[in-house]
Each structure stands twice: as structure tokens, then as C-alpha cells.
């Protein structure tokens, strides 16, 4: 049965999908902007005071492994149990992660609570996302299904931006355990709003059949599953670190079955559909880079916003934060707390004298102490997480510029393929990061913050790449993807997430080895640019194949 259509505009389907992920991405988006921050906090009420590669081991670890996880639970759906009771499934257990992570001293239950949202993300992510793309697979449907993704894809920003304010006014005001509470709030609304819409989604939980030529589940789990538990336990156990902690290593090498499936998919497939997955796995390819430096925002970013930016707030913009609760008090009082960055321990002074400004709040440690506030007096602070909401914030401002911009291409006969859009993207995706080196070589600083102005600009570059790439990539899977591997594909899509964030969150636990910050985001600066540069000879190609494949109804 299929739903009726409004006489113009898009379907109910639409919007009732729209608001499940904007409340899914508020609770996500909260989690993981904060997340970080309270795994290093040695000053708030109940943060956990890791070291820097600890928490960014953690971070990377959960940002992998929760964009992993789709592939199983993509797959599980295909199959099994649909695309609808998938996303209750996954959203039950995301809401869960984030109530045990809201509980007090919460001890080894923040390994349980990552573990749930691991999990539940898994059989969310990749079936809300097909099922948008089966909604639009109608032939009247199919010409709106790229402005579908970007609507969808605002929803996804709008939570974005929202939640780091509220995390903010929460952790300032009570503290993180509130801050993960709202998440799992969040999480609640979605599944409910879900669950009133059923009956405009319901005809697109189609299962398609599985075909002669498919890996049955039995060996997936016997060649890919068990091979990929093994593969982790062996890097996990593997004498010394490959790369950097066993978390790391015993995640690189779990993949390692998952990709090889993969690939077994593409090598068992005939004729059109060996192309069309052979032309997804190319754009995966290079989405991993771009996913890389995205995921910084919640990695080295978050430590560049909280430690190397200066956040004191104009008096004017205190006004106007304050009643709100949004600024964060520092001051001089001594304190028992490390110095985060190993860097700093070796800054001397024009005399010699080693500055470590130990015993206070940490921002202090690269702040000119002419700067510092008189004693018994504070610094009124910008939160650091509200600086998350400044990618979103360019979403939502620039996303009718760059649609409105593809538009004018359009009419003037010269519209970007999707291949040349993700060419195009991770070049710029690679400008971003060259923002950032100019920011760390602008300065010494260890000695001197610098202004939030890079940090505000970068995103606003990056975001332009994002434009480009993300919802497209979401739309791109569900034309390109054989049918009956749409959820499958879909896990891939977010499989490049993974490893995007793992990248991301090994290149952090290395941070404080990097002498001269510059090499640090210069390395993902050349990866990008080169990556995009080389992609753009074959978008022809690639474009011919994603053209054949959105006109077929297979």
C-alpha cells in the first residue's frame, strides 16, 4: 500500500522521518561534543581527569565503532527483521546509553553505556536512511529525492546546533550527568514521534528478497564476524602498538574481515551491478579523508577550542550568555591539576624560568599572565562545546547559498555530477585544515591563544566540503546501491565514517608529540587536497554509472 502524496511538495513520509533524526542527532550530537571534554575534566563536579591520548583513544574508539555498526545492523534489516523495528530497536538502546551515562560516579558503567549506544546506533542509522530513500524510489518521486536528502540532512543540523547549548547551560549550571540526561531525552522524543507517523512510512519497509548469488547469514557471521573478533583480539593482544593503543589496533584489524566482505560482494556481483558497486567503493574511498577531518570536530578541534582559542567573552556578549548559562567561570585559584599538553612543560620564559602555570585552571596555562584576571576575580568564558554548534550554524546559513548555487549551475547547462561534487569537496575539505595550519603558525601557542576567528573560519570552509559531499553521499547510496543491498551499502557509506573517526581520534592521541602544531593539521590538509585532485580524471566514468543506475527500478 503506498501512501497518498499531497498535490504538491513532498510526503508526509518526509517530515516524519525529519523530526526522528533531528531529536536522535540532538541526543548524538550532545553526547559527542561533551564527551571529550568530561573524559579530561580534572576542574568540573564529576569529570573523569583522563590524560589527552586516553580520552581520545575513547573518543576515536566510540566515534568508529558507532558508525561500524551499521553495517550489521543494515544488514540484519535487509534480511530480517525491516527497517522500521530496527530504528525502535536502535533507539531504545541509544536512549538507554545515554540515562546509564547520566548516572553519578557512574565508574565502569560508562564502558556499558557506550557500549548501548554502539550498538543501537547500529540498527538505527542506516535503516532511517533507506527508508527515505524507498519513499522517493517512486517514479514520480525519484527527481525529488537529492532536495529529500537535504532537507533531511537540516533536520540532522538543526539537532546539531541546538544541543551544545543546552549541554553548556547544563554542565554550568548542574553538571555533565544533566548534560547526558538531556541526551537521552532527546532520544526519547525521536522514538516517539516516530512511532505516531508509522502510517506514512510503513509502505516503504519493503524487504527485497534475498538472491541465489547472496552470502547466506550463516557464513556472513562464519567469514566475517568471527574473523573480525578474532582479528581484534589479535591486535588487541599483539606485543607493543602498531598504532598508538590496543584499542586502536584491535579495531584496525577487526576491520580488516569487514572490508575483505565487502569486496566479496562487489567481486560476486554480475554485469551492471559489479559497476555500481565498484563505483560506490571508489567514492567511499576518498569520503574516508573527508570523514576524517570532519570528525575532528570532536577530537582535536574540541582540544584546539578549549585550551588554544581565547574564549573570554565581550561584556556586551555577557549580557546577553549569562542569564542563559552559557559562560564558563575560570579563575587563578589554585587547583590540583595537570598540565593537558606534554608541549607546554618545556616553555621557559625570557629568563629561563620553566612555565607550566601548574595548580591552576588549565586554560591558563598558554594565557600571557598580563591577561590573567586579578586575584578573587574571574574570567567569564564561552563554553567550549558551543563552539560544536558553529559547524551546524554554517549548515543551516549556507546550505540555501550552495543549493541555490548548484541551482544557477543547473540552468546554465553546467551542473556538478555527484563524482565531481565529491572531488570538489575534498579539496576544499583539505583547504579547511590549511586554515588551521595558518592558525598555529600565526603564533607560539604555547605562549599565546589565538582568536576564535580561525577556528569559526575553518568550520565555515569545511562546511562548504560538507555541503558538497554529505547529503549527497546519503542520496548516492540509495540510487547507486542494487536494491536489495540499499541497507547494506548504506552501512558502508557510514563504515567510512568509521574510519574517518578512528583516523581521527588516533591522530589526537598523538597530539601532544606534535612540536609544532602545523604538521599535525597539515598532514590531513595534503591527504585531502591530493585525494580530491586525483579523483577528479575519473568522475566521467563514474558519473555515467550513477546516471545508468538512478534511471533503473532494480
Not at 598523538?510 to 580524471?537: H, R
Amino acid at each position: 500500500m503506498s501512501e497518498v502524496l499531497p498535490k504538491k511538495g513532498h510526503p508526509r513520509g518526509l517530515y516524519i522521518l525529519f523530526f526522528t533524526e533531528m531529536w536522535e542527532r540532538f541526543g548524538y550530537y550532545l553526547m559527542v561534543g561533551i564527551l571529550l571534554l568530561y573524559l579530561k575534566d580534572t576542574v568540573s563536579h564529576g569529570g573523569r581527569g583522563m590524560d589527552i591520548s586516553v580520552a581520545a583513544d575513547i573518543v576515536g574508539s566510540y566515534i568508529a565503532l558507532v558508525y561500524l555498526t551499521p553495517f550489521i545492523g543494515g544488514l540484519i534489516a535487509d534480511r530480517y527483521i525491516g527497517y522500521r523495528r530496527a530504528i525502535f530497536l536502535g533507539g531504545s538502546l541509544m536512549a538507554l546509553g545515554y540515562f546509564l551515562l547520566a548516572i553519578p560516579n557512574s565508574g565502569s558503567l560508562l564502558y556499558v553505556a557506550l557500549a548501548s549506544v554502539i550498538i543501537g546506533n547500529g540498527f538505527f542509522k542506516p535503516n532511517i536512511s533507506t527508508l527515505l530513500g524507498n519513499i522517493y524510489n517512486r517514479e514520480d518521486l525519484k527527481p525529488k529525492k537529492d532536495v529529500a536528502y537535504n532537507i533531511f540532512y537540516m533536520g540532522i543540523n538543526i539537532g546539531a546546533f541546538i544541543c551544545n547549548f543546552v549541554a553548556a547551560y547544563l554542565r554550568n549550571n548542574y553538571t555533565w550527568n544533566y548534560a547526558f540526561f538531556a541526551a537521552g531525552a532527546g532520544m526519547v522524543l525521536s522514538v516517539i514521534w516516530f512511532a505516531t507517523g508509522q502510517k506514512h512510512i510503513k509502505h516503504a519497509d519493503v524487504i527485497k528478497p534475498v538472491q541465489k548469488e547472496d552470502m547466506p547469514f550463516s557464513k556472513i557471521v562464519t567469514y566475517v564476524f568471527i574473523p573480525a573478533v578474532l582479528a581484534g583480539v589479535v591486535g588487541w593482544m599483539i606485543k607493543g602498538n602498531l598504532f598508538g593503543s590496543d584499542s586502536n589496533d584491535a579495531f584496525l584489524f577487526a576491520c580488516v574481515p569487514i572490508i575483505i566482505f565487502y569486496f566479496s560482494v562487489w567481486y560476486r556481483c554480475k554485469g551492471f551491478d559489479k559497476k555500481r558497486i565498484g563505483t560506490l567503493f571508489i567514492l567511499f574511498g576518498v569520503a574516508i579523508i573527508f570523514w576524517n577531518i570532519y570528525n575532528q570536530n570532536a577530537t582535536s578541534l574540541t582540544i584546539w577550542a578549549d585550551t588554544y582559542t581565547q574564549r573570554e567573552t565581550p561584556q556586551a556578549a555577557q549580557k546577553i550568555l549569562k542569564p542563559f548559562g552559557f559562560l564558563q567561570i575560570v579563575n587563578t585559584k589554585p587547583k590540583d591539576v595537570p598540565v593537558l599538553d606534554e608541549q607546554f612543560r618545556a616553555q621557559t620564559d625570557a629568563n629561563g624560568n620553566v612555565i607550566t602555570h601548574q595548580g591552576v585552571d588549565p586554560y591558563f596555562q598558554n594565557l600571557p599572565k598580563s591577561e590573567w584576571p586579578a586575584e578573587g576575580q574571574d574570567l567569564k568564558l564561552v563554553s567550549t562545546e558551543i563552539y560544536q554548534s558553529i559547524n551546524p550554524f554554517w549548515i543551516i546559513v549556507l546550505t540555501p547559498v550552495i543549493v541555490g548555487f548548484f541551482g544557477w549551475l543547473k540552468a546554465k547547462g553546467k551542473e556538478l555530477s555527484t563524482p565531481t561534487k565529491f572531488a570538489w569537496g575534498t579539496v576544499i575539505a583539505g583547504l579547511s585544515s590549511v586554515i588551521m595550519v595558518v592558525a598555529c603558525l600565526s603564533t607560539n601557542v604555547y605562549h599565546n591563544k589565538v582568536s576564535s576567528a580561525w577556528i569559526f573560519a575553518s568550520y565555515g570552509v569545511f562546511t562548504i566540503s560538507e555541503l558538497f559531499m554529505s547529503p549527497v553521499g546519503l542520496s548516492l547510496v540509495s540510487k547507486v546501491a542494487p536494491r536489495r543491498f540499499t541497507a547494506l551499502m548504506m552501512g558502508g557509506w557510514f563504515i567510512t565514517t568509521s574510519l574517518g573517526g578512528k583516523i581521527a581520534g588516533i591522530m589526537t592521541g598523538f597530539w601532544d608529540k606534535f612540536d609544532n602544531k602545523a604538521v599535525f593539521f597539515g598532514i590531513s590538509a595534503v591527504a585531502a587536497i591530493v585525494a580530491g585532485f586525483a579523483l577528479l580524471p575519473l568522475t566521467k566514468k563514474l558519473n555515467e554509472v550513477v546516471v545508468q543506475a538512478s534511471a533503473s527500478n532494480d
